[in-house]
């Protein structure tokens, strides 16, 4: 079962500064790597899927990068929108397929 | 667009089961996966199983097998997940997402994870 390690949990930046996320699995993981933003009483929200598609709506300063184990959110100009809890989700190739979630980092204003 | 409502909180005692109903619409019912995540209390997203609408076939992950059911009633686009045995780390928020399609079908483009229920809040206290 692949693992998604999400470090570190917490990361503080000013509003406009660029934010980096990581997202490490245990094992190639393919293509199929999400991520969600999760506000404070809201359900998760898609922003990325397939790696690096942004879902619909997602403003354009949300991108996704990464292969094999390896994979990266960029914030390229945080909005005060944008601190909240982000978590990368993996689904497996199966079958059956699964889903596993990263633990999630939280973007705090510093 | 596709829609997920779920069932209003729920308080239980140890022991008990709870069950967790998630209605659909805007979408074919039929055609997409329903996964279940809890979040407890602080905590990250936890993946419980799916269901697949058009079989009724499911997947649990197996810190939850033989606790979960996840069922379906296609006639009122709706889909339930049944938690027994409860405990009070059980106390957590359940959420239902649509998944990718259950066939193949040009006309199911949704993307996967794109729409989430509400969530619904089992408290377990005794």
């Known amino acids: 079962e692949v693992v998604l390690i999400q470090s570190p949990a917490t990361l503080s930046f000013s509003p406009g500064e660029r934010a980096t996320l990581s997202c490490r699995a245990s094992q190639s993981a393919g293509s199929f790597l999400a991520w969600y933003q999760q506000k404070v009483g809201q359900a998760p929200r898609l922003l990325i899927h397939?790696?690096?598609k942004r879902a619909t709506g997602v403003p354009a300063r949300f991108s996704g990068s990464g292969s094999g184990t390896d994979f990266t959110l960029t914030i390229s100009s945080l909005e005060p929108e944008d601190f909240a809890v982000y978590y990368c989700?993996?689904?497996?190739?199966?079958?059956?397929?699964?889903?596993?979630f990263g633990q999630g980092t939280k973007v705090e204003v510093k | 667009q596709m829609r997920l409502v779920q069932s209003g909180a729920e308080m239980k005692k140890p022991g008990a089961s709870v069950k967790v109903s998630c209605k659909a619409s805007?979408?074919?019912?039929?055609?997409?996966?329903i996964h279940w995540v809890r979040q407890s209390p602080g905590q990250g997203l936890d993946w419980m199983g799916w269901v697949n609408p058009n079989s009724g076939g499911t997947n649990y992950a197996q810190k939850f097998q033989g606790r979960v059911t996840l069922t379906r009633d296609t006639s009122i686009t709706t889909v339930y997940m049944e938690f027994t045995r409860l405990k009070s780390d059980d106390t957590a928020v359940y959420y239902c997402?649509?998944?990718?399609?259950?066939?193949?079908?040009?006309?199911?483009?949704?993307?996967?994870?794109?729409?989430w229920g509400q969530g619904t809040l089992v408290t377990v206290s005794s």
């Open positions: 997402a649509t998944g990718g399609p259950t066939r193949h079908d040009s006309s199911l483009t949704a993307t996967e994870g794109a729409s």
């Open positions: 397939d790696t690096f």
């Open positions: 989700q993996l689904r497996s190739v199966g079958p059956p397929f699964s889903w596993t």
């Open positions: 805007g979408f074919t019912f039929s055609g997409y996966y």
